[in-house]
């Protein structure tokens, strides 16, 4: 599996309704920025990160992985993924210029390429690469029925229509007013009833006060946890807010190395794992905080199914894994698209990871790489 090219690409794919906002951004596309790994015979693995659809901002990452990354991949094994990482994270020069952000974003779409790859090859849909599947069923929570700029009268209709297409868990986003959330919160709690899991989101905005008040209003809520309550990096202020509330607190996706996890880990600060292979170091670090978590006792529930493609996979395959974020923005993207039936992820069939672009994607949504 002799590494012959490296190329990059970048995708801005629209998002639900034209645009979206939660507590601390507004975007109107996704971007799917990736990396091509190409091997001796043609085989070709794909691997993305996520970003806000910003061209400057895209470009750099492909930068890094046009210059950095691939003369460090050119000429080696691709089967070798534990070997190529460490190559790629422990570099001298790369360590110098970031430990997370651009270098990271770059070096997860790589990741993710050489896990296609090898799955490819295997003829092997990932999750049974990763060890085979766990679960018969992987649980969706639908997030995009809850983004704020929704009106509260269309998140309570929409709550509705996802409980009828078979959705028991349902996340909306909290960051504007405590009195304002608290009262959507308790409308859509009304529509849904005590049976359906009602989780919430900050995207950090709050600071721990506001947190504390707002936990103490939604009391009788039920809710299933409290999703970036404050600052990203704050693992102090996480550990007094688990320690003065009931609820229980998530996290994850803003977090870039098994280091921060430790540290959240550490300090009891943290009630639900969530780590995304896009935003860490690909899919070869994710699961080394899957089974950090798993010695933990605590259970993990990767960022945006859809959004990631492999985090399907991981979840059949990783017995940490407990439930998955619904966001389809981009599955329509792919070959072989994650897809929700009746409130569950179907079980992927064919070889790879599932983050093969489809050529009508590649043609529409394509952006210049600098």
């Not at 790369?94 to 974003?105: F, K």
């Not at 950090?292 to 017995?319: E, I, K, N, T, W």
Request: aromatic share 8%; hydrophobic share 45%; glycine share 10%.
């Amino acid at each position: 599996m002799k590494i012959t090219s490296v190329d990059s690409f970048i995708l801005h794919v629209p998002v639900t309704g034209g645009g979206i906002a939660d507590s601390t951004h507004n975007i109107s596309h996704w971007g799917v920025v990736g990396a091509a790994i190409q091997i001796e015979g043609g085989l070709t693995g794909y691997g993305f990160t996520g970003t806000h659809a910003h061209l400057p901002g895209d470009q750099l990452i492909t930068r890094c992985i046009d210059t950095c990354l691939a003369p460090l991949l050119l000429g080696q094994d691709a089967s070798d993924i534990t070997r190529l990482w460490q190559t790629i994270a422990r570099n001298p020069a790369l360590q110098w210029i970031g430990r997370s952000g651009i270098t990271t974003l770059a070096h997860a779409a790589v990741d993710v390429a050489l896990w296609d790859l090898k799955a490819k090859n295997a003829g092997q849909p990932l999750w049974k690469l990763l060890g085979g599947q766990v679960r018969d069923k992987v649980r969706a929570y639908n997030t995009d029925i809850g983004w704020l700029n929704i009106a509260d009268e269309a998140l309570v209709a929409g709550a509705r229509a996802a409980l009828a297409q078979g959705f028991t868990g349902i996340k909306v986003k909290v960051g504007s007013t405590v009195e304002r959330d608290l009262r959507r919160l308790t409308a859509v709690r009304h529509a849904v009833g005590p049976d359906i899991t009602l989780a919430i989101d900050g995207n950090g905005k709050w600071d721990l006060a506001t947190c504390q008040r707002f936990c103490a209003g939604a009391q009788g809520l039920d809710i299933f946890w409290f999703e970036e309550p404050l600052w990203y990096d704050d693992v102090k202020g996480h550990a007094q807010l688990a320690r003065s509330s009931s609820i229980p607190v998530a996290l994850g996706e803003q977090l870039y190395t098994t280091d921060a996890f430790a540290e959240f880990f550490a300090q009891q600060a943290i009630h639900w794992v969530q780590p995304d292979v896009t935003r860490m170091a690909g899919l070869t670090e994710v699961l080394r905080v899957c089974d950090m978590a798993s010695a933990f006792r605590l259970p993990v529930a990767p960022h945006a199914g859809d959004m990631s493609q492999v985090h399907v996979h991981l979840s059949y395959a990783h017995a940490a894994c407990a439930v998955l974020e619904y966001i389809p923005w981009i599955q329509h993207c792919f070959t072989d698209p994650a897809r929700v039936v009746d409130g569950y992820f179907c079980l992927p069939q064919l070889p790879g990871a599932g983050t093969t672009p489809t050529v009508d994607a590649l043609s529409r949504y394509r952006q210049p790489v600098a």
